[in-house]
């Protein structure tokens, strides 16, 4: 005979959570080193997996990660609380990506890198001789265009305006890098 067992599982206390940011956050501008390494240990691995969807490349997005928190030290006086710091980490490390990005290339100008994809594509090391699919290898085997327009807006929640003027291009565009990275994905996948 099987006993059926209830699995509960307990949701994060949201605001106890940000009670403990906030004062970890006020002893760290008051200068504790300690307080602040305590708010990168809770916040480093969204942050490193922000910038590696965004880079595709582990280097890269380890980089960017000691980067952003580099800067989220320098700014902290800035942070007013408006929202969870969470949340201004989550702006502050996309805008340390695309700084990165633009210092590297122009990144979302260059859409002869979205057909050279589905080559590429085909060819990505995501798919298991078991069938079994890797979404993530699938999206960090997208050009860096689409996989920037489909991460932040598909993933992270940006609407097409707000992409457009972080990244310098037309709303037009970030909708066909978009269009373009689910069509690539629903190839791949599909196979």
């Known amino acids: ?14 605001q106890a959570a940000r009670r403990a940011d906030d004062a970890l956050i006020d002893a760290a501008r008051s200068g504790d080193r300690r307080a602040f390494e305590a ?10 997996a ?14 960017l990660t000691q980067e952003a928190f580099v800067r989220a ?5 800035a942070f007013r609380g408006d929202s969870a710091l969470a949340t201004w980490l989550h702006r ?15 990144w979302l100008r260059r859409t ?9 594509l085909a060819h990505t090391p995501g798919f298991s001789s078991s069938g079994q699919h890797d979404l993530e ?13 489909f991460v932040l807006h598909d993933v992270e929640g940006w609407q097409h305006d707000e992409i457009a003027a972080r990244g310098g291009i037309a709303v037009g565009t970030s909708k066909a890098h978009l269009h373009r990275a689910r069509t690539l994905l629903r190839e791949w996948l599909s196979r």
């Open 1 to 14: 005979m099987a006993r059926s067992v209830d699995l509960v599982i307990p949701l994060p206390d949201v």
């Open 39 to 48: 708010l990168y240990r809770a916040h480093v691995g969204g942050v490193y």
């Open 50 to 63: 922000l910038c590696l969807r965004l880079t595709a490349h582990v280097q890269s997005a380890e980089d």
């Open 73 to 77: 030290w320098q700014r902290l006086g």
């Open 92 to 106: 502050l490390t996309v805008n340390v990506v695309f700084d990165h990005l633009r210092r590297q290339k122009p």
């Open 112 to 120: 002869a890198a979205i057909d050279a994809g589905v080559e590429a």
């Open 137 to 149: 290898a699938a999206i960090r085997a997208l050009p860096p265009a689409a996989r920037t327009v």
